[in-house]
Nanobody, 115 residues
Framework: QVQLVESGGGLVQPGGSLRLSCAVSGIIFGSYAMRWYRQAPGKQRELVAGIFVDGSTNYADSVKGRFTISRDNAKNTVYLEMNSLKPEDTAVYYC?????????WGQGTQVTVSS
């Protein structure tokens, strides 16, 4: 079955950095686009970044220039490098893959940006 396992979240001060990882199993990883979403308390889940099979990427306006999504097809892993973190980046971050219009999610990893 499809499994996504996120890691790398934590507490960081404003201006700091974190690197999230998402290990994926149960699919031919290199054949699918991968996405990172986040959900802050009391808010809807929102798309943060996506990376496609050809390596092209897209980002939410709120994270452009600060976050970088990447993938390692040999390790079946997608990453989210987050720099210049702001308190408004505080959320649970989820890894996502869509297969034939069905969404698969990891359990999420908490990112808290606070002094």
């Amino acid at each position: 079955q499809v499994q996504l396992v996120e890691s790398g979240g934590g507490l960081v001060q404003p201006g700091g950095s974190l690197r999230l990882s998402c290990a994926v199993s149960g699919i031919i990883f290199g054949s699918y686009a991968m996405r990172w979403y986040r959900q802050a308390p009391g808010k809807q889940r929102e798309l943060v970044a996506g990376i496609f099979v050809d390596g092209s990427t897209n980002y939410a306006d709120s994270v452009k220039g600060r976050f970088t999504i990447s993938r390692d097809n040999a390790k079946n892993t997608v990453y989210l490098e987050m720099n210049s973190l702001k308190p408004e980046d505080t959320a649970v971050y989820y890894c996502n893959v869509q297969i034939i219009f069905k969404d698969y999610w990891g359990q999420g990893t908490q990112v808290t940006v606070s002094s």
